[in-house]
């Protein structure tokens, strides 16, 4: 192959848009994205692929750039011996999800940098995550592995050791991520209780969440499952469990006490310090568990956390035609050193001498800081991250002030440090522009519209607006998954499908519009139409007729983000109600029991397909709410904000004949489906009708009755 014709004879990735990729076009080695060129050369030159997946915020991935990707001599055994390949796990995560199952089935762990090496037709022989240059702590130095493997590949008798390791290897993947059981099964009954008492029995009691030894994440499905088992009369002491569990995420080091947002997750079961990236999917999911824990628990905290967080989304996050980005990064230059190397977390820490140059009054400077635990010694690299270390009542009496005045002081310093933050170094911000993740944040503006304030519908109506405009095609039927200033490129997953139509029935729920409830139906056939697959009876991740992979992956666990699989047959379970026929029903009703045994026997690692699975044997609470959906009953607006209704369906339906025959039109409904037909408004006033598994109350005026009516 000459050098003109050969692709990996340079760095390719300063034609990619991903942030991620572009951080690495500078580096010496001769990285590839993932494409047919790149194959077709591994091919070519007979030698394997380096696939080196990671993102933009990921903190080790930097590392392992400054260690090893920027080191002439590492990238010249690298360009010469293998197809080096970088991936943005965030623009491809059907190849992160096949190649991590085999990292985690042969090492036991998982993470990013994910560094695989593989045959030149994609089969893995070697993974794992972070290699530090040299040996250190048991792991192989980077430089060395790579030398034993290049030998390795050229020496036949070891090569065909390998090939035969990598097909192995590919038979487990194909396992774990394909294939499907021979039995199509019921859920276990009473699933939701199952889920609750493990997570009960398995919740961390003296620092909240769950887990005890080393990283925490939010699990925001078992919050959900704990709320709703409570709901149907399980334990009291659930509630209590998800009390710990909010607290702790509100008032220690997860939470950004400045200006809002929740970073990755905490590197200790004390959540007292995080890792520092801010990812959009975390700061929908977890405020959207917070607003079902504001409901059942009425803790004006709870709210305070998702107004702070919804305006930390707005202002540090949002495309200025309303689409949402995806992170800002862990690292930024120091505030006493804005031209030297990046710090993790150098933005948001805080040193005595920090706080008192930020704020103007004295006092409220000591109280901030006894407040947020901001002390000399530090628990941070000599800083500190904020927690709350003494509540209210205990610094009144010790300052000798009432408690309104210590909350005042704390007003007052909080915005001044805010302002003095504001001058620091910013960390750096991946401006993509993903479909699903915007369809996650829809969803929980669409709740803080229900429970908080109307005014985030229209938040989250730009950002569904923006994501139609720009990533859906009407003519096809057919979503992208990914924008980048102006650069629009993958075909969607599931997940984008999924999270998308979720975040437009949901606003739907929100607002009475129509056109939302259109275009997640429109999602939902597409759903039905690329990913279904009748004979498996189970919907894969990528489309039919997508790239060929080593495997086709399903998501059925929940992992950063819910399971696209979970996800996706609730939201069919929603949509069924609005059809003529059973098409949504039955594929999400073969989904769930497909895999039913699976999430029976681990109903936490498969949270939102316990949730669905929950959804299909209760039956979801339909409320059909029969008014002019733009001015509803103010005691309407106010129960649904109140009132904590698992499995709530809310279907809009026009007082007014012309306007609902419209809404049938836009639809392309012949006629109208079971939850509209013959729901009128009775004696000329909003009425509401509650149903559940066939079965309905009268129609009633009262919709705290109807309501309860659907809980009894």
Request: with cysteine; proline share 6%.
């Amino acid at each position: 192959m000459s050098d003109s014709a050969d692709p990996t004879r340079r760095n390719r990735l300063d034609e990619e848009e991903s942030p991620y990729l572009r951080q690495h076009a500078d580096n010496p080695v001769n990285w590839q994205p993932w494409d047919e060129q790149a194959l077709e050369a591994a091919k070519e030159r007979d030698v394997p692929i380096f696939l080196s997946i990671g993102y933009a915020a990921c903190h080790w991935c930097h590392v392992m750039e400054e260690e090893s990707f920027a080191d002439e001599e590492i990238a010249a055994t690298l360009n010469e011996h293998f197809v080096p390949v970088k991936v943005d796990r965030e623009e491809r995560p059907d190849l992160d999800s096949v190649y991590m199952s085999i990292c985690q089935q042969v090492t036991g762990g998982g993470g990013w940098p994910l560094s695989a090496w593989l045959t030149p037709d994609g089969k893995p022989f070697y993974v794992g995550t972070y290699f530090p240059p040299e040996e250190k702590r048991g792991q192989p130095g980077f430089h060395d592995l790579l030398q034993r493997l290049a030998n390795s590949w050229a020496d036949p008798e070891q090569r065909a050791e390998m090939e035969t390791r990598a097909q192995q290897w590919t038979d487990a993947i194909e396992s774990d991520l394909e294939a499907t059981p021979g039995q199509p099964n019921d859920p276990d009954e009473n699933l939701i209780q199952t889920a609750a008492t493990i997570a009960h029995r398995g919740a961390d009691r003296n620092n909240g969440g769950w887990g005890s030894g080393g990283p925490k994440f939010p699990q925001t499905g078992r919050i959900h499952a704990l709320l709703r088992a409570h709901s149907d009369g399980g334990q009291e002491d659930y509630l209590t469990v998800v009390e710990e569990t909010l607290n702790a995420m509100a008032d220690r080091g997860l939470y950004d006490h400045v200006g809002g947002g929740f970073h990755r997750y905490s590197v200790n079961s004390q959540w007292s310090v995080p890792h520092f990236e801010k990812m959009l999917y975390d700061n929908a999911e977890i405020p959207r568990a917070f607003l079902a824990g504001y409901q059942v628990l009425g803790n004006e905290r709870y709210a305070a956390v998702v107004r702070e967080t919804f305006a930390f989304v707005q202002r540090e996050l949002q495309h200025e035609d309303g689409g949402f980005f995806s992170t800002l990064d862990a690292v930024s230059r120091p505030p006493e050193d804005p031209d030297g190397d990046t710090e993790e977390g150098a933005f948001y820490v805080w040193t005595p001498e920090q706080v008192r140059d930020a704020v103007s009054d004295e006092t409220a400077a000591d109280i901030f800081c006894d407040y947020y635990g901001v002390t000399e010694k530090g628990n941070f690299e000599g800083a500190n991250v904020l927690a709350v270390r003494k509540p209210v009542p205990v610094l009144a009496d010790e300052y000798d002030l009432s408690e309104g005045e210590i909350t005042e002081k704390l007003r007052q310093a909080l915005n001044e440090t805010f302002e003095s933050r504001e001058e620091r170094p910013r960390p750096a911000r991946d401006e993509k522009v993903l479909a699903g993740w915007n369809g996650l944040m829809i969803s929980t503006l669409a709740e803080g519209a229900v429970v908080l304030d109307d005014s985030y519908a229209d938040v989250a109506a730009d950002a569904l607006g923006f994501v139609r405009d720009h990533l859906w095609d009407a003519e096809t039927g057919r979503l992208k998954r990914r924008y980048k200033g102006g650069d629009v490129a993958i075909d969607g997953y599931l997940e984008d499908y999924a999270f998308l139509a979720r975040g437009a029935l949901d606003l739907f729920g929100a607002t009475g519009d129509v056109a939302h409830l259109d275009f997640a139906m429109d999602l939902a056939e597409a759903i039905t139409e690329a990913f279904w697959d009748e004979a498996a009876e189970t919907l894969y991740f990528t489309p039919t007729g997508g790239e060929s992979l080593v495997a086709r992956p399903q998501e059925l666990t929940d992992q950063s983000t819910p399971s696209s699989t979970g996800v996706a047959a609730q939201l069919l379970l929603g949509l069924s109600h609005f059809r003529e026929d059973d098409r949504f029903g039955d594929v999400a009703e073969k989904a769930i029991r497909t895999h039913a045994d699976r999430v029976s026997s681990n109903p936490l690692q498969h949270a939102s397909l316990t949730l669905a699975a929950d959804s299909y044997e209760q039956g979801a609470l339909e409320l059909t709410l029969v008014c002019d959906p733009e001015t509803p009953p103010a005691e309407w607006t106010e129960t649904l904000a109140e009132r904590y209704v698992p499995r709530r369906l809310l279907a809009w339906r026009p007082d007014d004949d012309a306007t609902f025959d419209s809404w049938l039109d836009a639809l392309g409904l012949a006629d109208a489906p079971p939850i509209w037909a013959g729901r009128d408004a009775v004696d000329g006033e909003p009425t509401v009708y509650a149903c559940r598994n066939f079965a309905c109350s009268p129609p009633k005026h009262d919709l705290g009755a109807a309501v309860d009516w659907g809980e009894n």
